[in-house]
């Protein structure tokens, strides 16, 4: 019973949501912020319960599990009290605090990431962007295998170096320059249509997932009923939205003709 | 300008578009598995039965609809070679729900065992210190897993105390930017083969952490997630929701030719009238 009050819940709130296709509504902001609101508790219920209890109370202050010997490991008030200052930024008179935590953080990223950084993302990508790397598995492959593979590495090199060069704002962009620039800005543009395409199949996708919700989950032993309901309570929901906004204001006389 | 009635017109086309196939579901695509898609499923089928695999659950419920059926496949398919499966999320909070479900879901169909098949670990925050010490000790980060359960003496993670060198292949189910991460501070120095699935809009990002072979497969949106259904031999909500999608995408390239013979025949005749006036 509780999943399927549970269920016909969400199924409304996801009408509520899908009543903004309309336009902006009571019923559109009210949904809006209870997902805010939950969304938020959840999170910081999740936070609490998995990491600040865990991670730096229990090794600390208390022990979580009694059946256990337990002793503190009092290193972990380090990045606590690092923890805690941070929220100084609230308070202006010592807001200046929060800046050793920032400090801290921003040094030991900066340490951690770059060695790994380099390596994976530039290093191995500029490697990859080599012809006679791409072509090295294809070596004695025939014809067949060997042509599109080396077409497909030419065409990889040339818009590296083309989009690099559309980016390199040293020279004019005039001459031999100016036309690899030009070269660059269409690679560009087709790498853009591509994410394009896929952000719409992507934005598809998630409305299939509501729509799979309303029509199957939400009734699990037929697909009529449904249907039918969330046909009609979206209908009803904008019908009672177009009676209230053409009504007018209480007080208020209808227009002179 | 677009008037209001062709918006709702537009609208409710799709919502038909959207609506019909699943009320009314057939069976008439195949959903070809692609190249990247194969990459991630032979890997994962060429895996000997007691092999350990780490799934990341890195999303959350805003990109269930084309990442979670993605999850209950690889799950699928990992159980059913008899495969151990390690679940993290470094994601957000929020995904760790998901990842509970799904184990406990697919685990429970298989006749698997919490804590001794499967764990989900759950969620920390800072991706890359995480990563890197789990790689070389789990139980230190993680004391208990997302059910509050200790890790001391789970036997999953005694066989398994550390990624590097125990695990055989990790993939990365991300909705955001975890996968590059996972490949700087986890892949590459841990020494293990790493694959991905992600959300359509990521795919073209991600494209080239497959072509360098820093990935060795790739599945993108809800279409390689059919794929992978399709492959494992059950089909479930990616595979039904690609009716939709395949109709949404037809009926959006007749808008794009519609909106063109429109906007081309509004300017031809906007030059008409020009010429005549002159």
Same mark, same amino acid.
């Given at each position: 019973m509780a999943t399927f009050i549970g269920t016909w819940i969400a199924a409304g709130l996801t009408l509520m949501i899908l009543s903004f296709l309309y336009r902006d509504n009571p019923f559109f902001r009210f949904a809006e912020h209870l997902y805010v609101g939950v969304s938020n508790a959840y999170i910081v219920w999740l936070v609490w319960a998995t990491i600040v209890l865990p991670d730096f109370i229990g090794r600390v202050?208390?022990?979580?599990?009694?059946a256990k010997p337990w002793s503190p490991d009092y290193w972990f008030l380090v990045p606590g009290v690092l923890g805690l200052i941070m929220?100084?930024?609230?308070v202006p008179a010592i807001e200046w605090m929060s800046r050793w935590a920032l400090a801290f953080v921003v040094g030991w990223g900066a340490g951690f990431v770059i060695g790994p950084v380099l390596n994976s993302y530039l290093l191995a990508q500029l490697y990859a962007s080599f012809p006679w790397v791409n072509m090295q598995p294809y070596l004695g492959a025939p014809a067949s295998e060997y042509i599109p593979a080396l077409i497909n590495a030419v065409i990889l090199f040339v818009c590296v170096v083309t989009v690099l060069v559309y980016f390199?704002?040293?020279?004019?962009?005039?001459g031999v320059i100016g036309g690899a620039a030009k070269i660059g800005i269409w690679v560009l543009m087709v790498a853009f249509g591509a994410s394009f395409g896929s952000t719409v199949m992507a934005r598809v996708s998630l409305f299939i997932g509501r729509a799979r919700f309303l029509v199957q989950d939400a009734e699990p032993t037929g697909h009529a009923f449904s249907a039918l309901l969330t046909l009609g309570l979206l209908i009803a929901i904008i019908t009672a939205i177009i009676a209230r906004r053409r009504q007018p204001p209480a007080g208020e006389s209808e227009p002179a003709e | 300008m677009v008037r209001s009635w062709e918006r709702y017109l537009l609208y409710t086309l799709i919502a038909f578009a959207v609506f019909l196939p699943l009320i009314f579901p057939f069976d008439v695509w195949p959903n070809l598995p692609t190249r990247e898609v194969l990459g991630v499923f032979n890997t994962i089928d060429g895996l000997q039965p007691g092999d350990t695999i780490v799934v990341a659950v *890195?999303? *959350? /419920? !805003? !990109?269930e609809p084309e990442l979670y059926p993605m999850l209950l496949a690889v799950l699928r398919h990992a159980f059913n070679k008899n495969l151990y499966v390690i679940g993290i999320n470094l994601?957000? /909070? @929020?995904?760790t729900g998901l990842g509970v479900k799904a184990l406990t879901d697919i685990g429970g169909e298989m006749g698997k065992v919490d804590g001794e098949d499967y764990v989900m670990l759950g969620f920390k925050p800072n991706l890359p210190a995480v990563i890197s010490q789990i790689n070389s000790d789990i139980k230190e980060m993680y004391r208990s897993d997302a059910n509050g359960r /200790?890790? @001391?003496?789970m036997p999953i993670l005694q066989r398994t105390p550390k990624l590097q060198g125990n695990i055989k292949y990790m993939v990365d189910l991300a909705a955001g930017e975890t996968v590059r991460p996972w490949v700087a501070y986890g892949s590459a120095p841990g020494g293990y083969p790493m694959g991905a699935g992600c959300t359509a809009v990521s795919f073209a990002d991600y494209f080239s952490f497959y072509q360098s072979g820093q990935i060795n497969g790739l599945m993108g949106g809800l279409k390689a997630a059919a794929e992978y259904e399709e492959l494992v031999g059950k089909k479930g909500a990616a595979s039904a929701g690609m009716n939709s999608q395949s109709i949404v995408h037809a009926l959006l390239v007749l808008f794009i030719i519609i909106g063109n013979i429109i906007f081309f025949r509004a300017l031809s005749l906007k030059r008409a009238e020009e010429g005549g006036r002159a």
């Open positions: 202050f208390i022990n979580l599990d009694p929220l100084t930024r609230m390199f704002f040293s020279y004019e962009h005039k | *890195d999303f *959350d /419920p !805003s !990109s994601f957000g /909070p @929020a995904g /200790p890790t @001391a003496d």
